[in-house]
């Protein structure tokens, strides 16, 4: 099929509207509660209903950004609330992905709001397939800009309030370096080599970098209570001191967390790109690439060992603590 029969039909489907998506419960101060812990909110208007009602909303309101938690599916995908639609609002994507263009990344998410929320309403959303862009290429690659808006309603006896929408905008596109053999070190002829982006480095971080350079990992040390700190500050969040030397290190402790990049792949970086927060032995964390492990092998509380690397970037070289397993 040529791309204009295909890509008829996809401009075909702009427009059409996917029925409703439920919430599981009615907007609530609990969920309130605990995403303001998780977002570092405190603001009373959330959960405290003397001061709601006095407030100047009148009542007890939860967080506007919270607006697309109340309709999520919860920790199973796809698991959504009774009523909601079958169809799958982002089948346009499926459709443009089975000609080619595998790869996605989200690029806006614009709220909209008409007014707060009060506890007890129930909240569901429509979908509308905006706009699908004509082909484009960008530094990720060539593909397409889709927009879909999501209108949420407030169920009312006299006819639903409209209560806000979501504009949320994705590019589905072919990965610029797709289907290429990866080779190392490979310099494809006439194109400038992207280098990696030099790390910001101040007074606070001067001695970290120069410790590196000369294979040592140095963790900033309070000089009056001894509390370990990274990344480097200027004062202790402990006891507030200014006062401050270094310890060196062993470079070996344990994987605390980690997440693998897959997708965009920026250059000059090698995917899939594991990254972890290591707890190191002498108590404090750190993050750090992982080297010489397949990212299927990496497992919470596995051993490693710092490994010092040189690198080019746009700024000179630069040596970087890298992770790797201890044998
Ligand atoms: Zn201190």
Same mark, same amino acid.
């Given at each position: 099929?040529?791309?204009?029969?295909?890509?008829?039909?996809?401009?075909?489907?702009?427009?059409?509207?996917?029925?409703?998506?439920?919430?599981?419960?009615?907007?609530?101060?609990?969920?309130?509660?605990?995403?303001?812990?998780?977002?570092?909110?405190?603001?009373?208007?959330?959960?405290?209903?003397?001061?709601?009602?006095?407030?100047?909303?009148?009542?007890?309101?939860?967080?506007?950004?919270?607006?697309?938690?109340?309709?999520?599916?919860?920790?199973?995908?796809?698991?959504?609330?009774?009523?909601?639609?079958?169809?799958?609002?982002?089948?346009?994507?499926?459709?443009?992905?089975?000609?080619?263009?595998?790869?996605?990344?989200?690029?806006?998410?614009?709220?909209?709001?008409?007014?707060?929320?009060?506890?007890?309403?129930?909240?569901?959303?429509?979908?509308?397939?905006?706009?699908?862009?004509?082909?484009?290429?960008?530094?990720?690659?060539?593909?397409?800009?889709?927009?879909?808006?999501?209108?949420?309603?407030?169920?009312?006896?006299?006819?639903?309030? #409209?209560? @806000?929408? =979501? &504009?949320?905008?994705?590019? *589905?596109?072919?990965?610029?370096?797709?289907?290429? +053999?990866?080779?190392?070190?490979?310099?494809?002829?006439?194109?400038?080599?992207?280098?990696?982006?030099?790390?910001?480095?101040?007074?606070?971080?001067?001695?970290?970098?120069?410790?590196? #350079?000369? @294979?040592? =990992? &140095?963790?900033?040390?309070? *000089?009056?209570?001894?509390?370990?700190?990274?990344? +480097?500050?200027?004062?202790?969040?402990?006891?507030?001191?200014?006062?401050?030397?270094?310890?060196?290190?062993?470079?070996?402790?344990?994987?605390?967390?980690?997440?693998?990049?897959?997708?965009?792949?920026?250059?000059?970086?090698?995917?899939?790109?594991?990254?972890?927060?290591?707890?190191?032995?002498?108590?404090?964390?750190?993050?750090?690439?992982?080297?010489?492990?397949?990212?299927?092998?990496?497992?919470?509380?596995?051993?490693?060992?710092?490994?010092?690397?040189?690198?080019?970037?746009?700024?000179?070289?630069?040596?970087?603590?890298?992770?790797?397993?201890?044998?």
């Amino acid at each position: 099929m040529s791309q204009a029969t295909w890509f008829e039909g996809v401009k075909a489907m702009v427009g059409k509207e996917y029925g409703r998506v439920n919430s599981w419960d009615p907007v609530n101060s609990p969920m309130a509660r605990q995403w303001c812990e998780m977002m570092g909110i405190d603001n009373p208007c959330y959960y405290d209903a003397n001061y709601g009602e006095s407030s100047p909303h009148g009542y007890l309101t939860v967080p506007p950004a919270m607006l697309q938690v109340w309709c999520m599916e919860g920790l199973h995908i796809n698991n959504y609330a009774p009523g909601s639609t079958k169809e799958n609002p982002y089948e346009v994507l499926k459709m443009i992905e089975s000609h080619g263009y595998p790869a996605v990344v989200a690029v806006n998410s614009e709220l909209e709001f008409e007014r707060n929320l009060s506890v007890g309403e129930s909240i569901y959303y429509t979908t509308r397939l905006q706009e699908v862009g004509e082909e484009k290429t960008t530094a990720l690659g060539t593909g397409f800009f889709v927009t879909l808006i999501m209108t949420y309603f407030s169920e009312k006896a006299g006819g639903d309030e #409209k209560v @806000g929408e =979501l &504009l949320f905008r994705v590019f *589905k596109f072919k990965p610029a370096n797709a289907g290429a +053999p990866k080779k190392a070190d490979e310099k494809p002829a006439g194109i400038p080599q992207i280098k990696r982006p030099a790390p910001g480095v101040s007074d606070d971080t001067k001695f970290f970098w120069e410790g590196a #350079k000369e @294979g040592k =990992l &140095l963790i900033q040390r309070c *000089k009056s209570c001894g509390t370990l700190r990274h990344p +480097p500050g200027p004062s202790c969040p402990s006891c507030h001191s200014f006062e401050w030397d270094t310890l060196t290190s062993k470079g070996v402790g344990e994987i605390y967390s980690f997440v693998v990049m897959h997708y965009p792949e920026v250059p000059p970086f090698a995917y899939p790109n594991p990254i972890a927060l290591i707890q190191l032995d002498e108590g404090t964390r750190i993050v750090g690439g992982l080297e010489d492990i397949n990212p299927k092998d990496i497992k919470i509380g596995m051993r490693v060992e710092v490994v010092f690397k040189v690198v080019e970037t746009d700024q000179g070289e630069i040596t970087l603590p890298l992770f790797k397993p201890v044998l």
